[in-house]
């Protein structure tokens, strides 16, 4: 049998995540590659998920756009959190995690031969989900700049041509732990209402702020009509398996995602939608706690990863920190499991300009963990 070549995904291979995690088993390496926190979100949270399946809510195919309860929960949060209006029923819709959300929004709102604009580095699945949506995307490189990640207005203005559809935007964002300022989002406004393009972000670090404060872009004047929101619970509860997302937007989009979202998916994750309507309904307590145990987390890994003689910015926000080892990331990322025990991302994988001089380490982890990869790690050279 032959296999007809759809060539679009041809250049992907296996994730790097699934790669390195197998080599961290392999080696009995500290796994501070792939972003998942190693202790499970709150008692009330997992609780009423429990409850749920055994109250036979959300066992059997829950409604297509998301229970209600939880179409109105995240419309509660937006307005909450950031003092933004969304119609529960028109411009809410329940994902399979962010990642179903994205991969519906392009494929909904794009066409071949479109073009997307990403900043890079970016979250792996953005690439993938671009080439099966049969589209071309062109990269804006995030830079250090006085302390964080910023890009070139310019550079951004020269990626747009006269096929670009969309704009995917990640703040904040994972690699490199930048929070958009009022100010870079302003970039990103003016241009898509010059161009008039739609702008998709993915907020799912939304909660996990340590300096300077999450706007949403829809938020900006004239962008409300013209951006595709997207968040989700697995970061903020730390229940990443649980894959619940959100789209927030208006309903002339969002009708053109639920339109691929139910040929993907059409539903998923039932009882924990329930779970996760506890969660956004949690005192704001919960959401400063998560990030102050973040936020020490972060010193612990930065400063000691600084003490050892890498040169590692501070994240504003996320999970992640980024070292700059000068050259070759890869090759010093594949060794270290080996050498050290322990394992990082290559950030190459997150590029498509050659660029391999990062790595990124995760700090999702216990003290007890990010102390042992500092103490392997003194052993290796840099
Ligand atoms: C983790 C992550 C996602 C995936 O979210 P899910 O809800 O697990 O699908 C999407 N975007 C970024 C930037 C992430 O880090």
Redesign the pocket.
Known sequence: MTLARTGRLDAFGTTIFAEMSALAVATGSVNLGQ?FPDTDGPAEVLESAVAAIRDGRGNQYPPGPGIPELRQAVADHQRHWYGMEFDADAEVLVTV???EAIAAALLGLTEPGDEVVVFEPY?DSYAACIALAGVQHRSVTLRPDAGRWSFDPDELAAAITSRTRLILL?TPH?PTGTVFTRAELQVVADLAVEHDLIVVT?E?YEHLIFDGEHIPLATIAGMADRTVTIS?A??TFSV?GW?V?WVCARPRLLHRIRQVKQFLTYVGSGPFQYAVVTGLQLPRQYFADIADRLRSQRDLLVDGLAGLGYDVLRPQATYFATVDLGRDAEAWCRALPVQAGVVAIPSKVFYDSDIDRYARFAFCKRPDVLAEALLRLEKVAR
């Open positions: 972003g995690g962010a990642t979250y990640n994972n993915d799912v989700s697995g970061k990443t894959k997302g």
